[in-house]
């Protein structure tokens, strides 16, 4: 199994200068924020499960740019109406990543019941392109290759362990200037 830190260093060094990426709260935001902090990323501070939902809006209307949600299973298990609305939309740009650990490890570690139930399954019958489900460094990268070659909606379930790092910061952009920056990016990366 792969920790959390690992699986989002690994998605990063995958990331293309047009990439768009949307991270839901808590530790997911902080460890990219300290991975790789760019104007392309929308950090979701504050509001858990709404991450696909802005990212399918956002692949919708960027159709150029590929789109990454980036988030965890408790956030998905919020918003899993947006697995079907993802799957019926259909842009050939999204990316769904969940960093699945079984926990809602941000809010203090209570089990999620993603040990009984599989998203990349429910991702497949709602209508995704592509759900692979992935245990390892290797297949993940592989994951991420192969997504980006192939059309959407696409979803990676990395199972990760908790093994949180410890004093990892908060992020300190403002969110007006994490606003601000993200769509500087996005109207930048609109063709002329």
């Known amino acids: 199994m792969i920790s959390r830190i690992h699986a989002i260093r690994i998605i990063a060094e995958s990331l293309q200068k047009n990439d768009l990426v949307v991270s839901t709260t808590g530790m997911i935001s902080r460890e990219l924020f300290i991975t790789d902090d760019r104007s392309g990323n929308f950090y979701m501070l504050g509001s858990m499960g709404l991450v696909s939902s802005f990212a399918l809006g956002l692949a919708l209307l960027n159709p ?36 699945d650990n079984e926990s809602y490890e941000s809010t203090g570690g209570q089990p999620t019941i993603t040990n009984q139930i599989d998203l990349a399954k429910i991702a497949s019958s709602c209508g995704y392109q592509k759900a692979d489900r992935i245990e390892n460094g290797d297949q993940l990268s592989v994951a991420l290759t192969n997504s980006r070659n192939n059309p959407g909606p696409r979803m990676i379930l990395a199972k990760v362990g908790i093994a949180p790092v410890k004093n990892i910061p908060r992020v300190t952009h403002h969110p007006i200037d994490i606003r601000d920056s993200f769509s500087n990016a996005v109207s930048n990366m609109l063709p002329k």
Request: no cysteine.
């Open 64 to 99: 150029s740019n590929r789109v990454v949600a980036l988030e965890g299973d408790g956030s998905a298990l919020m918003s899993m109406g947006t697995l079907a609305l993802v799957a019926s939309e259909a842009p050939r740009n999204f990316l769904h990543i969940i960093l």
